[in-house]
Nanobody, 123 residues
Framework: QVQLVESGGGLVQAGGPLRLSCAASGRTFSRHTMGWFRQAPGKEREFVAAISVGGSTYYADPVKGRFTISRDNAKNTMYLQMNSLKPEDTAVYYC?????????????????WGQGTQVTVSS
């Protein structure tokens, strides 16, 4: 069982940065691929980024070059550094954990989810 808690969301102006954190409980964090997803009003939840057990990363095209995912296994924490934010990045951001070693973009591969944190980018 892995419990996840996101933090760091808020209101930011377009072009600004924001850093999200995802704190995980349990001793198996290092054995899970971790991912970030987001859901805007009226839209389906979409993949943002993922990081494997070994540290390999994968990004959705809309955030490539602007967002950076990382993890600190010693602190059981994952991060999402978001730069050059755009109004279309506005959404609730969720962290998730998948019991596998390789990255995946598939929502159903992730067994554990946080409660979400709101990110609002003003123009």
């Amino acid at each position: 069982q892995v419990q996840l808690v996101e933090s760091g969301g808020g209101l930011v102006q377009a072009g600004g940065p924001l850093r999200l954190s995802c704190a995980a409980s349990g001793r198996t964090f290092s054995r899970h691929t971790m991912g970030w997803f987001r859901q805007a009003p009226g839209k389906e939840r979409e993949f943002v980024a993922a990081i494997s057990v070994g540290g390999s990363t994968y990004y959705a095209d809309p955030v490539k070059g602007r967002f950076t995912i990382s993890r600190d296994n010693a602190k059981n924490t994952m991060y999402l550094q978001m730069n050059s934010l755009k109004p279309e990045d506005t959404a609730v951001y969720y962290c998730a954990a998948a019991p596998r070693t390789t990255v995946t973009t598939v929502t159903t591969h992730y067994a554990y989810w946080g409660q979400g944190t709101q990110v609002t980018v003003s123009s």
